[in-house]
């Protein structure tokens, strides 16, 4: 038995030293997941991104057979839940789905409890939510270049609505404002639903909308659809162009949610992780419910979503302090 331990000694080292990432690296992931993953949502249930979350969880789930246990922690603009993931074990059985405002705050927040990009890994972008921009019917303007031009003319004299300091809707009317060279005076509400309520009641004459906010109250004749705030056109409003082709080239303003992980994850879970997410993400299925609720799906690697969320803080960033926005 020695003599055989002597004679397969070399050979195992050798395996050892050519093969490291093929065959030793693969562990962590190997049984993973063997118990129950938790998926925090920072934001109360309903919503783009409880809706993504749970829908992305239940896929999981029918996939590994493990419960993905979905768990709302609303607080901060985002940021109580996220500090919790921030500073969960880094096993993979702690995910993190932060609502739209996660590259906005470190650019709102003088300091966080947590660091953005070093204490959290990305896994993959699930999908994303680009804004309409909607206008009370009586406006005299049917494109965005009407509008931009009735705001040159009467400086000041025209109110947009924010669903709350530095939301996507706040700063989507701050950088048309900056773009357009445009006064027009941004004024807040607690939220999207009372900013519909108050552009149909015309105690404003615009507003960045969700899509599913906005289309009943457009089909019903209450509101006047002007342009979509990606740079494509969405698939479910093909007659409707872009805010960047129909006045204002380079405007781009998308939300979106993606999947994160404590930092120092194993790196074999994270690839799988984002191997199954994307697999999920094309389902048609899932992308038929995505887009009923107005959500473009994802995908890609965790290196692009890394790169991703680096650019939006830094854009966002440069608009907050331009704009001087603070946190109400």
């Known amino acids: 038995m020695r003599s055989v331990r002597r004679l397969l000694s070399p050979f195992v080292v050798l395996i050892t030293a050519l093969c490291p990432a093929t ?33 992305i969880g239940q896929k999981l789930n029918e996939a590994w057979g493990q419960p993905v246990i979905v768990g709302n922690r609303p607080g901060a603009a985002g940021n109580i839940g996220v500090e919790l993931a921030a500073k969960a074990p880094a096993d993979g059985y702690t995910l993190v789905m932060p609502i739209t405002s996660f590259p906005i705050n470190p650019g709102l927040y003088a300091k966080l409890p947590f660091d953005t990009i070093k204490d959290l890994a990305p896994i993959v972008l699930c999908a994303s939510a680009p804004l309409v921009l909607v206008v009370h019917p009586s406006l005299p303007a049917r494109s965005v270049s009407e509008l931009i031009a009735l705001a040159r003319a009467k400086p000041g004299a025209l109110n947009f609505a ?130 009923g609720h107005g959500l473009i799906p994802g995908g890609g690697k965790p290196e692009e979503l890394g790169a991703f969320l680096k650019a939006e803080i830094a854009k966002w960033g440069k608009l907050i302090k331009e704009a001087d926005i603070r946190v109400n």
Not at 24 to 49: E, H, M, S
Not at 183 to 209: C, D, H, R, T, W
Request: glycine share 12%.
């Open 162 to 291: 924010n669903s709350g300091s530095g939301t996507g809707a706040h700063l989507a009317g701050e950088l048309f404002k900056r773009m357009a060279g445009v006064e027009i005076v941004s004024v807040a509400y607690k939220g999207g639903g009372p900013a519909v309520v108050a552009l149909i009641a015309g105690e404003v004459q615009m507003y960045f909308s969700t899509i599913p906010a906005a289309l009943p109250q457009v089909k019903a004749g209450k509101l006047r659809m002007l342009g979509v705030t990606s740079t494509r056109r969405v698939p479910e409003l093909p007659d409707v162009p872009t805010v960047a082709e129909s006045g204002l080239a380079g405007f781009d303003v998308v939300p979106w949610f993606g999947l994160f992980t404590p930092a120092g994850t194993p790196r074999p879970v994270i690839q799988k992780l984002n191997a199954e997410i994307v697999r999920v993400l094309n389902m048609p299925d899932t992308r038929e419910r995505l887009s």
């Open 23 to 55: 065959v030793f690296a693969q562990g962590p992931a190997q049984g993973y997941p063997n118990k129950p993953i938790r998926l925090i949502v920072p934001v109360a249930p309903g919503g783009g991104t409880d809706f993504t979350a749970r829908l």
